[in-house]
């Protein structure tokens, strides 16, 4: 956008929604993915209009009355490869840029704040790390990458924004994600576009974007009471998860302080990097994955755990990373401090060691 | 307006006495049939049956959607209604309408053939379709299936207790219809062309039935096994789309989509076909380009198979994955770029005249033009992030099916009419109709592609209130499009009895089927020709008519 | 059309018929390589229990069964009446030995209950059965990976079930063939239709090569 000068572009594109054929732009990436779309439509018209022209032009020209008789034509090889190339020219250039966007919508920073989403027929549930609990409804703050992490306890849903521009299915049995920084506050549409029975088209909702004062004021209000991660502590205990996973040298089970984000390396010798995705494998389906240097031992939880429990254990799992135990006991209501995933956990972890800081 | 129709003294001219029809008499002689024009014209009736259908259920959602509210049907109702409206006019429609009426009658005749490969085989084809639909309407008024045309896993599997099964077997029975259509004109055309008739002087016709025959024969089998592996875990219960039994339901849809994407190949290319026809004969001139058409027509259907996961963008697929066939997408879109402008351009230097028939080809020019150019939107990944699963999709492809390819059955139908029935329809009402047709359309499904901008969902029996000037506006033009689709209809029937005699050739057409009486004799020819002229050789035309003896029947 | 175009086409019209065949089997097969990847550990342990002899014999059956087919259609070329009738007659009863041995074994493994469905048990890969030595049968699975065997016995089903089904309609037509045969329908040099049916009955063979090992042969030693 910064080839169009702003103002044109603000004009445009308030006329665009002020006559409703766009949503509104609330998120940074509306913005581009709108940019696309006016190319495309643009292109479209041109080329529309181009077509229609030469129809209707060759029409009047060469109607029956002035043309009697038709000239026999075999073809030209340079139109046939003009019009081979410039759209197909055009087409790369638009597969280009959609793919540049798709990869930027689909990979979330590393400093995002992840908000788990769950879908089952018929209704959202979002569940804040704080341990507030959203049903139909997403309170985002404005200004910070929000990453969603979306599943289906049933069939499949799709989580959509359309004032974001962002969509993103949620499939039972495996997570998804998607990323926005929200950019205007108010209130948008929440719709699932997966067909999924009955009460498909009252599977929608609100995504209430706020300044962070009014979140934080939301958060406040909203809390369970207990953090996800708290919830997570818990179930780990009733499960009896540390009776081998307990961090003693000698343990059954690998240790899990820190394995967050980690690279592990399984009994088969293949590498994996340690997700939210790979917890959840790891807890449903463990003999899948057996770290190395332990036996399949583990047994499934397959049955026994909601798609909320898995979150918490995920949660508390992942914060085992930071020793935030201590924080995560007192404080429910403030937004967890951005924290660096990945392999900079690691070294970010190290460096917090035993001390945690608001 | 001039015409360049030509038809034979009305005063003296009679339906030639011997034709396929009055061949035989009684109905077991229809039913019992081998003769590939009997079974186009028991397709043509039974087609536009489930056309009636599957019209029926559209209306009736066009209904609904007049209100925010869920007001005129239950959900479970409604979802009911799409879905069976997507069955019906996808398989029991679209996939069969111009290779199993217009590519069945024509085909042999346009190479010079008494009658098809196994014409056996093409009469169990159309049992195989009356099955499959009869199967269908048992499941519909049985309690209907609500899962959606697209039967997505584990919702239609576990989460429904609808009539799925039936309904898969239908399509599976159905199917099969299509496989052996599809066997029976590769084969015809490969080995029984006229002598003379080589590849190159093929109608454009008969490539574009070509390429969609190879789409029927290697795409279907993969949903006929999709389908089945549906039904073996909704009865017994195995688990390959199960995630709770470590299965993928992702999985069923690569396998229904493998096939469902090359289907809209199979679909659009045999129209594609009959508007190289009809601009042709219209502007009495050789297709511009005429290999580079032959050959898109084959390029779209090899690609076509390589891009189905496109529409599977947002489930979850890796981003490399997304590249490789966004990629193919983009080329896939290139044929038919080309096909769009070698038309425009057979215009070029014409004669042109704006029979009824051509009036459609237009309103197939505009409308697939805008459908084919959406597609592009909804391929290009990013933003079809944004407008995947809304109404934007639901316009799309009403585009490229009803504005492209209905638009072209239209064509072709009332193109061939009086050489299928030796009677020229009413042309002025006719014409009417196609504008009634197009206006109505675009009122219909032009507000679909703003909704979809906007984010409304598809499938959606109630939506937000702001939303409903633009369906009203939908629903209106649906009103207008269904006058356009019931007048045809109507005055077709009437020329049955009291249109004009057509003579052989009414539009001075070049193509073998031109050459015979109206309607053809059962045997197609007296003797089979021996092929010199080259194809849409206009030229040989006139010196024909200058030698032209009036055929007696 | 002449005899020769004729006996051309019906032969490519087979050919093609094969090839969506082919298509259609291609969707389980590819089915089968995901999950085999997968769920390796569980696809071995499936594919222990059924048995390599029966499976063995079977195809031995199928591939002696493609022999009398070809050795009929070789009759037929050569007018040989009555060796084209006990070619047919050998395949049939070929054909039905086949479809007996999967009764058996479809009957063993619903005992078991390794068929999919509700009555599947898992629990017999967890603990699995001790031979006659006390030494257990196989290497035990973990629950969860035990769970995922139901996913290859479904494939075993769905895949040898199809197939067995394409067998039984390859017997009934060759009932037709023999009834047609013994009236001499096929000694007259007019053979297209037993060499095409020579085809399918070689391509149905043809499956079942790819499906033993699949099916029957993971990691036995």
């Known amino acids: 956008m910064n080839h169009i000068s702003p103002v044109l572009w603000q004009y445009l594109v308030k006329w665009l929604t002020n006559f409703a054929v766009i949503p509104p732009e609330a998120s940074t990436i509306a913005p581009q993915v709108d940019a696309l779309l006016i190319f495309m439509t643009l292109v479209s018209l041109v080329g529309l209009t181009l077509v229609a022209l030469i129809i209707t032009t060759f029409c009047i020209m060469y109607r029956r009355e002035k043309s009697p008789v038709a000239t026999q034509i075999e073809g030209s090889t340079l139109l046939e490869a003009t019009w081979t190339i410039i759209p197909l020219g055009l087409f790369l250039i638009m597969f280009v840029w959609g793919s540049v966007l798709y990869f930027r919508i689909y990979t979330p920073p590393t400093n995002a704040m992840n908000i788990y989403i769950v879908g089952k027929q018929w209704m959202w549930k979002a569940e804040h790390p704080g341990g507030q609990h959203e049903i139909n409804s997403l309170h985002v703050p404005i200004g910070k990458p929000v990453q969603l ?210 | 307006m001039s015409t360049i129709v030509s038809l034979p003294d009305q005063a003296t001219a009679r339906v030639p006495k011997r034709n396929y029809i009055t061949e035989e008499n009684g109905l077991l002689s229809w039913l019992l049939t081998g003769d590939h024009k009997r079974i186009a014209m028991l397709y043509m009736g039974s087609i536009t049956f489930f056309f009636f259908i599957g019209g029926a259920m559209a209306g009736l959602i066009r209904l609904e959607l007049l209100t925010p509210m869920s007001d005129l049907m239950a959900s479970d109702t409604y979802n009911k209604v799409f879905t069976m409206h997507g069955i019906v006019m996808i398989f029991l429609f679209l996939v069969p309408s111009v290779p199993a009426t217009l590519g069945n009658f024509l085909i042999p005749i346009m190479i010079g053939a008494r009658d098809l490969a196994f014409p056996k085989i093409n009469l169990l084809s159309w049992y195989l379709y009356l099955a499959g639909g009869a199967l269908a309407l048992y499941a519909m008024i049985t309690g209907g299936v609500d899962t959606g045309w697209t039967f997505t896993t584990p919702l239609s599997t576990h989460y429904v207790n609808t009539n799925v099964v039936t309904t898969g077997l239908a399509i599976f029975v159905a199917g099969f219809s299509s496989i052996f259509t599809g066997l029976n004109f590769i084969v015809t055309i490969h080995r029984m062309r006229a002598p003379g008739m080589t590849w190159f002087k093929l109608p454009l016709f008969c490539w574009a039935n070509y390429a969609a025959a190879i789409l029927m024969v290697l795409g279907t089998p993969v949903v006929a096994i999709a389908f089945v592996l549906v039904l073996l875990e909704r009865t017994i219960g195995i688990g390959v789309f199960d995630p709770q039994k470590g299965g993928d339901p992702l999985l069923f849809q690569h396998l229904f989509w493998f096939y469902s994407h090359p289907a809209v190949y199979i679909m659009i290319l045999p129209g594609m076909g009959v508007i190289s026809e009809v601009i042709s004969t219209f502007a009495r001139k050789r297709v511009f380009g005429y290999t580079a058409v032959a050959f898109s027509s084959v390029a779209i259907a090899v690609f076509g198979f390589f891009v189905w996961a496109h529409h599977m963008f947002i489930m979850g697929i890796s981003n490399y994955a997304m590249l490789v066939f966004s990629l193919l997408t983009m080329l896939v879109a290139v044929p038919s770029a080309i096909k769009i402008f070698n038309w425009s351009f057979t215009l070029y230097k014409g004669s042109i005249t704006f029979e009824t028939p051509m009036l459609y080809a237009f309103g197939f020019m505009g409308l697939f033009t805008i459908g084919g150019l959406t597609g592009v939107f909804l391929g290009t990944s990013g933003t079809d992030i944004h407008l995947t699963e809304t109404y934007f999709i639901v316009a799309h492809f009403h585009f490229v099916m009803v504005g492209g390819m209905l638009m072209a059955f239209l064509s072709g139908i009332h193109f061939w009419w009086p050489k299928m029935t030796g009677r020229m329809y009413p042309e002025k009402i006719s014409q009417l109709a196609a504008v009634v047709t197009f206006i109505g359309f675009n009122f219909t499904f032009f507000p679909q592609f703003l909704l979809g901008m906007l984010g409304m969902p598809r499938r959606y029996a109630a939506y937000p209130p702001e939303f409903q000037v633009l369906n009203v506006f939908s629903s209106a033009g649906a009103s207008i499009l269904g006058v356009g689709y019931l007048l045809p209809m109507l005055y077709l029937v009437w020329s049955l009895k009291y249109g004009e005699v057509a003579g052989n050739n009414p539009w001075q057409a070049t193509g073998l089927e031109w050459q015979t009486q109206s309607p053809p004799l059962t045997e197609n020819f007296k003797e089979i020709p021996i092929v010199t002229q080259d194809v849409y050789d206009y030229e040989w035309l006139e010196r024909q008519k200058e030698h032209e003896v009036t055929q007696v029947g | 059309m002449s005899l020769e175009q004729q006996q051309e086409t019906a032969s490519f019209g087979m050919w093609l018929f094969l090839l969506t065949e082919i298509m259609f089997f291609g969707g389980m097969f590819t089915a089968y390589l995901i999950y085999r990847n997968w769920y390796y550990p569980a696809f071995v342990a499936g594919s222990h229990t059924l048995d390599i002899t029966l499976g063995t014999f079977n195809t031995l059956l199928l591939i002696v069964s493609s022999f009398t087919m070809a050795m009929g259609v070789w009759c037929a070329e050569t007018r040989r009446q009555k060796g084209l009738v006990w070619s047919l007659i050998a395949t049939i009863i070929l054909g039905l030995g086949f479809l007996g041995i999967k009764t058996i074994e479809y009957k063993e493994k619903f005992e078991l209950h390794h068929v999919p469905g509700a009555s599947f048990d898992a629990m017999s890969f967890v603990n699995v059965p001790l031979d006659k030595d006390g030494k257990p049968k196989d290497k035990a699975l973990a629950p969860d990976m035990a769970t995922h065997t139901e996913i290859y016995f479904s494939l075993y089903f769905a895949m040898t079930g199809m197939h067995a089904v394409h067998m039984i309609i390859g017997i009934g037509i060759l009932f037709v063939l023999l009834y047609k045969a013994a009236k001499g329908a096929y000694s007259t040099g007019h053979i297209t239709t037993i060499e095409n049916f020579g085809l399918y009955w070689h391509f149905v063979d043809i499956v079942w090569i790819f499906l033993f090992p699949l099916l029957y042969l993971i990691s036995r030693h």
């Not at chain 1, 969509?167 to 209130?187: L, N, S």
């Not at chain 1, 009252?202 to 974007?209: E, L, P, S, T, Y």
């Not at chain 1, 979140?215 to 205990?237: C, D, H, I, M, P």
Request: aromatic residues 8%; charged residues 15%; proline residues 6%.
């Open chain 1, 149 to 358: 992490t979306l599943i289906s306890q049933d069939v499949f849903h799709s989580f959509s924004i359309p004032a974001f521009r962002v969509k993103r299915e949620a499939i039972p049995g495996r997570y998804t994600t998607v990323w926005f920084e929200a950019t205007k506050t108010g209130t948008y549409h929440l719709f699932c576009t997966q067909y999924c029975g009955t009460a498909h088209s009252a599977m929608i909702g609100d995504i209430v974007v706020q300044t962070p004062e009014e979140y934080k004021l939301w958060l406040s209000s909203s809390t369970s009471g207990v953090s996800l991660a708290q919830n997570g502590e818990r179930l780990f205990a009733s499960l009896s998860c540390g009776a081998c996973h307990n961090g003693q040298p000698d343990a059954r089970g690998p240790n899990l302080g820190h394995v967050f984000g980690s690279k592990l390396t399984l009994t088969t010798g293949q590498n994996v990097l340690v997700d939210e995705a790979y917890l959840r494998q790891a807890i449903l389906n463990p003999s899948a994955h057996i770290t190395q240097g332990f036996a399949p031992i583990m047994p499934t939880y397959q049955g026994q755990i909601s798609e909320e429990g898995l979150i918490s254990l995920v949660e508390y799992i992942k914060a085992l990373n930071l020793n935030e135990r201590i924080q995560q006991t007192t404080n429910t209501t403030e937004l967890l401090p951005e924290v660096p995933e990945g392999p900079k956990a690691k070294s970010a972890a190290t460096a917090a060691q035993g001390v945690a800081k608001p």
